[in-house]
Antibody
Framework: EVYLVESGGNLVQPGRSLRLSCAGSGFTFDDYAMHWVRQAPGKGLEWLSGISWSGGSLGYADSLKGRFTISRDNAKHLLYLQMNSLRPDDTALYYC???????????????WGQGALVTVSS | AFQLTQSPSSLSASIGDSVTIACRAGQGISSSVAWYQQKPGTPPKLLIYHTSTLETGVPSRFSGSGSGTDFTLTISGLQPEDFATYYCQQFYGHLSTFGQGTRLDIK
């Protein structure tokens, strides 16, 4: 069975940094592209970033303005999201999701983690 | 930035009804959309991809159609477990976006 488990969520002050991790198991991690999606309290889904199976193809939502960086370590079956210059409106539940494809830019996201809560507040 | 506009933002229906949710792209960006169902406190669940392909295990009362800029999700014969929020999703190059969601409530 496919499992995705996010970690690293925390309460952080505005302007600080945080790194989220997502551990994948139950599947061949480097066969699939991966993505990060967030959901602010009571709001809809917001796609943040995606990375192809090899890490050679990346994409970011324009709204992030270069503050977030996605990466992966296939040997460790880990996906990361480095978040810098955090703002209160970054407060959300952050999900990692598996793409149906290795490239990651079509189809859908067929498996999701339970999410990591990030709260940005002074 | 490309956008997806879902309508309606909410609707109420009864068990057994059929409902249709629309998703419109700002331009003919991609040939397909995906649809998700989300219930409170749980991550989204993929229902349909490539506009009309049902994900494994999803009941056949869910169907998707459309092309160009206009896509729809139809649920035929609503069941109690179908009351949830639904999102469409599309890709453009190395970007993706979700619609703002449609909340389906029991009437």
């Amino acid at each position: 069975e496919v499992y995705l488990v996010e970690s690293g969520g925390n309460l952080v002050q505005p302007g600080r940094s945080l790194r989220l991790s997502c551990a994948g198991s139950g599947f061949t991690f480097d066969d699939y592209a991966m993505h990060w999606v967030r959901q602010a309290p009571g709001k809809g889904l917001e796609w943040l970033s995606g990375i192809s199976w090899s890490g050679g193809s990346l994409g970011y939502a324009d709204s992030l303005k270069g503050r977030f960086t996605i990466s992966r370590d296939n040997a460790k079956h880990l996906l990361y999201l480095q978040m810098n210059s955090l703002r209160p409106d970054d407060t959300a539940l952050y999900y990692c999701a598996r793409s149906q494809t290795s490239s990651g830019w079509s189809g859908g996201f067929d498996h999701w983690g339970q999410g990591a809560l990030v709260t940005v507040s002074s | 930035a490309f956008q997806l506009t879902q309508s309606p933002s909410s609707l109420s229906a009864s068990i057994g009804d059929s409902v249709t949710i629309a998703c419109r792209a700002g331009q003919g960006i991609s040939s397909s959309v995906a649809w998700y169902q989300q219930k409170p406190g749980t991550p989204p669940k993929l229902l349909i991809y490539h506009t009309s392909t049902l994900e494994t295990g999803v009941p056949s009362r869910f169907s998707g159609s459309g092309s160009g800029t206009d896509f729809t999700l139809t649920i035929s014969g609503l069941q109690p477990e179908d009351f949830a929020t639904y999102y469409c999703q599309q890709f453009y190059g190395h970007l993706s976006t979700f619609g703002q969601g449609t909340r389906l409530d029991i009437k």
